[in-house]
């Protein structure tokens, strides 16, 4: 009796199903609907198409191992592999010359086992051999102190002692490439910077030498193997570099007497004149 009822229901359904088919317009709603499934399957397969053709897909490049290499030929290479690159940065090794591979970003296939696809951009970090850094001022600090300064900048010093009655064992002057220089000026790391220390010596006595009638840089000299530094010169008629290193001292203070002492710390006020006559002029 159920099964005959069953069987009954299901040919109804059937039937009515039929029926339902039948209509027109439900043909043609299935109709349209069969072509909207159909062009989405063209468009979906189309795009999927094209974008592995422009992806290259399936085409992978492996990356070199870049690190060493000149930047020139690390471009050179990865031009010919189809691959780009970014410089990064710099970074500071006095140890190698400017433009050497130190870092890429995308580690070779080598080591990493990673291909990458055509174009992809390799990030290089390239050597630098010098690095700029401010210069300190260290005018009036302790010898001691100012040379730890340039130690953590990164500077070399060296020391050259100048008389004084005052500021014994501070820095008088600072100087590179034998100019003085100013706080901030940038100059390269590892650079020497010579500190003008003054060194009292007030009671300690030299003789005082005849320099009148001397070439100037001899009487430079002679002055400085005696101990003196603290010096000025005058000259009245030197317009150029070399005037002065050509002229003649015609005249020092404090006035040569034989036997005369000074104190080092005495300053000395050195006269000369270009191609002039040898003529002693004291000065008082």
Same mark, same amino acid.
């Given at each position: 009796m159920v099964k005959e009822k069953l069987k009954t229901s299901f040919d109804n359904v059937k039937k009515n199903l039929k029926l339902f088919f039948q209509h027109p317009?439900?043909?043609?709603?299935?109709?349209?609907?069969?072509?909207?499934?159909?062009?989405?399957?063209?468009?979906?397969?189309?795009?999927?198409?094209?974008?592995?053709?422009?992806?290259?897909?399936?085409?992978?490049?492996?990356? $070199?191992?870049?690190?060493?290499?000149?930047?020139?030929?690390?471009?050179?290479? &990865?031009?010919?592999?189809? &691959?780009?690159?970014?410089? &990064?940065?710099?970074?500071?090794d006095p140890s190698l010359p400017n433009g050497i591979v130190k870092q890429q970003m995308i580690d070779p296939t080598s080591i990493s086992k990673v291909k990458v696809k055509e174009n992809r951009v390799i990030g290089l970090r &390239?050597?630098?051999?010098?690095?700029?850094?401010?210069?300190? *001022?260290?005018?009036?600090?302790?010898?001691d102190f100012a040379q730890g300064i340039l130690e953590n900048r990164?500077?070399?010093?060296?020391?050259?002692?100048? $008389?004084?009655?005052?500021? *014994?064992?501070?820095?008088?002057d600072q100087k590179y490439k034998g100019k003085s220089i100013s706080k901030g000026k940038r100059i390269p790391i590892g650079s020497e910077?010579?500190?003008?220390?003054?060194?009292?010596?007030?009671?300690?006595?030299?003789?005082? $030498?005849?320099?009148?009638?001397?070439?100037?840089?001899?009487?430079?000299?002679?002055?400085?193997?005696?101990?003196?530094?603290?010096?000025?010169?005058?000259?009245?008629?030197?317009?150029?570099?070399q005037d002065s290193l050509t002229a003649v001292v015609f005249g020092?203070? $404090?006035?040569?007497?034989?036997?005369?002492?000074?104190?080092?710390?005495q300053q000395i006020v050195v006269l000369i004149n270009a191609g002039a006559n040898q003529i002693e002029v004291p000065i008082e």
């Open positions: 317009w439900v043909k043609l709603v299935l109709i349209n609907l069969g072509i909207v499934i159909l062009f989405y399957s063209i468009v979906v397969f189309s795009t999927i198409k094209y974008l592995d053709v422009y992806s290259n897909h399936g085409e992978e490049i492996a990356v $070199p191992n870049l690190v060493g290499k000149k930047s020139s030929i690390a471009k050179m290479k &990865l031009d010919e592999l189809g &691959l780009s690159y970014e410089i &990064l940065d710099s970074i500071y &390239l050597s630098k051999k010098t690095e700029l850094t401010e210069m300190p *001022n260290l005018v009036f600090k302790h010898v990164g500077f070399s010093s060296k020391i050259q002692y100048k $008389p004084t009655k005052e500021a *014994n064992g501070s820095v008088l910077i010579t500190l003008i220390v003054g060194q009292n010596e007030v009671g300690v006595l030299v003789d005082l $030498p005849n320099v009148v009638g001397m070439n100037y840089q001899d009487a430079l000299s002679l002055l400085g193997s005696r101990g003196l530094q603290s010096i000025s010169t005058i000259c009245n008629d030197c317009v150029t570099l020092q203070s $404090p006035e040569y007497v034989p036997e005369k002492t000074v104190e080092r710390a």
